[in-house]
Nanobody, 118 residues
Framework: QVQLVESGGGLVQAGGSLRLSCAAP????????MGWYRQAPGKQRELVAR???????NYADSVKGRFTISGDIAKKMVDLQMNSLKPEDTAVYYC????????????WGQGTQVTVSS
């Protein structure tokens, strides 16, 4: 199973900023969109932000105005700039890439921990 390569994350105080980056391996086939999900302890994995090949973005309501997703789908790279972080943003963040070929195929990174202290 192909895995995406993530970097960034770590520990930051509330109000601080972090940047996550993700790239697909060079031998990866074409993809249609990339995004970030997160999973906090005891909770389901949820979409944080996604960007399509056309540049269309969508965000979870909880991060709108604070997080910005950017990337180049053709180059299979995506970043997530996280500002004004809150303790409730603490979670493992997973990079996701999606490909449509009759059905959707999802590919994931191994996850990176983001911890926001109060």
């Amino acid at each position: 199973q192909v895995q995406l390569v993530e970097s960034g994350g770590g520990l930051v105080q509330a109000g601080g900023s972090l940047r996550l980056s993700c790239a697909a391996p060079g031998r990866f086939f074409s993809i249609d969109d990339m995004g970030w999900y997160r999973q906090a302890p005891g909770k389901q994995r949820e979409l944080v932000a996604r960007i399509s090949g056309s540049g269309t973005t969508n965000y979870a309501d909880s991060v709108k105005g604070r997080f910005t997703i950017s990337g180049d789908i053709a180059k299979k790279m995506v970043d997530l700039q996280m500002n004004s972080l809150k303790p409730e943003d603490t979670a493992v963040y997973y990079c996701n890439a999606g490909r449509w070929q009759l059905m959707r195929y999802d590919y994931w990174g191994q996850g990176t921990q983001v911890t926001v202290s109060s």
